[in-house]
């Protein structure tokens, strides 16, 4: 069990407001951790600030060793792709998606190790198998589909290439609750080998007793760490 | 003063206008950027060509292939220049904008400096021979000015449907921020995008300099052109570039033929105006989902 991610000391923020407070956290490789809390409290910034995208951040983030975090003042996404390329995964909140590419497109995007790129046929049929009503939609244009297709592409697109971090941002957000728990099954389902996932979630009950671990995160800083749903119930109380 | 011969001079100024209005068109929307460096892009390969027909070989094709080259290359400077410092910086529109035409004046009066203010000539590509189709004479450099615009349109759209590239620069047209978090590089592609968009301006500087002279300053007209053919077709639309060449390129035809030279410019904006009064986001401004933020 190696450390995935290593988080030091992180502070990151917009322009004059701070939303993460100095936080430090380690994920474990082969885990899948949940991290849950209201509106607004930084589960998103955090995933943004350990993929480059906040407005600024500082402290160490070491992914699989690799120090990815730096100090930025500005130049938000400036080095999100090299980050990317070092093994992370994004599945972003809402339909951060391309309108005009198809689906097969889309997937292929997601594609962006050489690696990848070579065995993208195999790579998609995967993606498939988990997602199988995406197979007659191959062809559309993304922005035609349901929101609940769509949330299936952008977590396909992620999952088209070998990341040691799996960020996912409110994978239930806006669907229906029977299709936002096909979503979460297909998360739960996929084999980590040595990679990690990390899920912001706002139901907890979707994450209950599926996840190695939830953390709790309130007003930007962690409150509590816990093992199963039963004392995920102590840190609410 | 027939129609025939207007609709032909019509096709062949909107392949050329079409040209450097489709490459305005991608610019923008893949990286956000006014590119008004153009009319330097423009003047470089036409000397580029100029260069290659003086020193090494009159042959078309090699003259052609270094038209191309150059504009790519200072289409890459461009990008070196402004894009990448000033990308993520705040009101980088504005600045883009007045970094590339700062680069393009300076520019020009570095060509006006280095080659002196008489402007050259390039030598005839495509021969003088012509084609009675039905009556209607078609000169060889017609038709040639048409397929080789053709050519480099159909090539340029193709690349960007088939190639991975092509796929990572309509990702970034399509969303920049999404395309960052799959692992497209802004700056990467920004490279791509100015060297082909830089070709494609430097192939129709080559195909002007078969009516006119190359010269500092032979790119001004042209990017005023091209620039206002991207606005009215839908700044950011591929199809919206060319029906709006199209349009432009009857109006610049139709103009010269009945009422003189003199009054083109005027017929043109006068038409520019019209659409943009009944269209204000251009011509497939509207139907492109392209940048629609």
Redesign the interface.
Known sequence: MTDVLVIDGLSAGYGPLRVIHDLDLKIKSGERVGIVGLNGHGKTTLLYAIAGLTGWQRGSIQLNGVEIGRTRSQGPGRYTHQIVRQGLAIMPQGDEIFNGLTVEEHLDSGAFTRDAWRNRKFRKQRVLDLFPPLGKLMGTPVGRLSGGERRMVSIGRGLMTDAKLYLVDEPSLGLAPKISQSVMEALFSLDLKDSAMFIAEQNVALLEGRVDRVINMHAGKLKGEASSSLSLSKTHG | MDITFVLLNAVVIASIYGLIAVAVSITWSSLGLINLGYGFVFSFAGYGAWLMSTYVTKMPAPVMAAGILAGAICGVIICLVVFIPLH??SNFTTRGMVGTLAISLLGSQALLMNFGPRAKALPEFFGTGSVNLGGIVLTADRIGIVVCATVMLCFVVFWMKGS?RG??I??M???P??????????RKTGIYVMAITGGMAGLAAVLLSQTYYVAPFSGLTPLIKGVSIALCGGLGSVQGAIIAAVILGFTEAATSSLLGGQYVLITQFLVIICILIFRPRGISGLLD??R?Q
Not at chain 2, 177 to 186: P, T
């Open positions: 993520d910086k991975r796929l990572e309509r990702a047209m399509m969303n921020h999404a395309a960052s978090i799959v692992g497209i590089g802004i989902k392209a629609e």
